[in-house]
């Protein structure tokens, strides 16, 4: 260690750490301070997208604290390069956290090649490859961290825990299931209350097909955090897929009793309810997701649905038009709205040249024929009565049908639907 007076001594020729040891301890202890409490550099100026920002947080740089430098150690060689390498870390952390990832990744590069020893850097290389939507590049630095601590025993616990998890994120992502599954179990070996690497492993189990030990998962993460409304999402979502309805319902319940504007739970537990004929119960779930979350285009499609099956076409009509008026270019909406315009029995409701309108513009967007678009555009041409047109336009969805091998039950639809246009007669379709 170096001790100088730059006063008196600014070329720093008297090294006085042996003769005023009492101030070199003082000043350790405040740099050591400094080290562990002092916040990554932040550039207001920076603008951090949607996607980078959930990356960043996912990580724990967004509202959180992130990983550190480290302590200063007694042992090295060279103070003064501890601290500028502690500068550094941090001015590399304030630019992955104003999401300028290509300068954050240049001055990584320049600290590993000026610090090969200090294995921290491996995992900011890491999340910093993370953060850019990286996730492969971001693999081998987590692994390169792990492969350098292998031998260093519980001291390295909290670094490597961090390694472990990220990189079976990344591996996840990338999908490297079973590897991600491994690194995620890894990551539990160390600390098994880690509730994030638990929840993720039961939910990558899930995403293979392993729904007995995802739930298994799941319930584990419930017991350790029972006001974790995600985990009962997923928990609920998961019991619904084993078809455990009452299962599904309680844990849907209790994520929403955690969180009352959870509109995943919301939509989820209309889907039960609907399926067991509780039309206005799932209405009510729906519509109340609709007024909380008008941002969601699940919560109109599920919600005008739930109006149709109700027999309010009129109600169906007014939700659909305020999902075009948000989202303009919403081609399924369009079609849906449009088959109701074109086929209702009630003339308050039928608009066969608006259901043209609509039907043109959808179809137009599409690269490939689509037989329910091309449905609904004969339906429109019929309503307005230009059956010669609604003849054309339904053979062609036919013969694509044919094509791709999908006969039965749409293909008998769409023939029906043709021989009543032959005989010059329109769609009149009941709610």
């Not at 302590?71 to 500068?87: G, T, V």
């Not at 998890?165 to 999908?175: P, Q, R, S, T």
């Not at 619904?240 to 994520?255: K, M």
Request: net charge negative; proline share 4%.
């Amino acid at each position: 260690a170096e001790l100088y007076e730059l006063l008196e001594d600014p070329g720093e020729t008297e090294n006085r750490i042996a003769r005023e040891s009492a101030i070199a301890q003082r000043l350790r202890a405040r740099l050591q301070k400094r080290l562990s409490e002092s916040e990554p550099a932040n550039d207001a100026r920076a603008v951090v997208d949607d996607g980078a920002r959930a990356r960043l947080q996912s990580l724990g740089y967004v509202g959180n604290r992130p990983v550190r430098a480290g302590r200063a150690d007694e042992d090295a060689p060279d103070a003064k390069r501890l601290i500028a390498f502690h500068e550094q870390f941090q001015e590399t952390l304030g630019r992955l956290t104003a999401g300028d990832f290509t300068e954050a990744r240049t001055r990584s590069a320049q600290m590993l090649s000026a610090h090969p020893e200090i294995a921290d850097v491996w995992i900011l290389r890491g999340d910093i490859e993370v953060a850019a939507g990286r996730n492969a590049e971001a693999i081998p630095h987590y692994q390169k961290y792990l492969e350098e601590t292998r031998a260093l025993g519980p001291t390295a616990d909290a670094g490597r825990l961090r390694a472990q998890y990220n990189l079976a994120n990344a591996l996840a992502a990338v999908g490297e299931t079973q590897q991600a599954l491994t690194a995620y179990r890894a990551a539990l070996e160390i600390d098994p209350q880690h509730i994030n690497a638990r929840y993720n492993l039961g939910l990558t189990l899930g995403e293979s097909g392993a729904l007995d030990a995802a739930i298994a998962e799941l319930e584990r993460v419930i017991e350790l955090d029972p006001g974790f409304p995600e985990g009962h999402y997923d928990l609920g979502y998961a019991f619904a897929l084993r078809g455990d309805a009452a299962a599904a319902e309680r844990h849907y319940n209790e994520a929403l009793r955690r969180r009352p504007d959870y509109a995943q739970a919301s939509l989820r537990l209309g889907d039960l309810l609907a399926a067991r004929g509780g039309a206005a119960a799932a209405l009510a779930h729906y519509e109340r997701v609709l007024d909380l979350h008008p941002e969601l285009p699940e919560a109109y499609m599920k919600t005008a649905r739930a109006h149709l099956s109700g027999g309010d076409q009129q109600a169906a009509v007014e939700i659909y038009h305020r999902a075009l008026n948000r989202f303009p270019q919403w081609n399924a909406a369009a079609v849906e709205l449009a088959w109701i315009l074109a086929t209702s029995a009630e003339p308050s409701v039928r608009n066969g040249r608006q259901a043209l309108s609509l039907a043109r513009g959808a179809c137009a967007h599409l690269s490939d024929p689509n037989p329910r678009c091309l449905d609904t555009l004969a339906a429109a041409y019929a309503a307005t009565g230009n059956f010669e047109q609604a003849i054309s336009v339904l053979e062609r969805a036919l013969e694509f049908v044919r094509q791709r091998g999908q006969g039965g039950r749409l293909q008998r639809i769409l023939q029906s639907h043709l021989a009543a246009y032959r005989h010059g007669q329109p769609l009149f379709l009941e709610s």
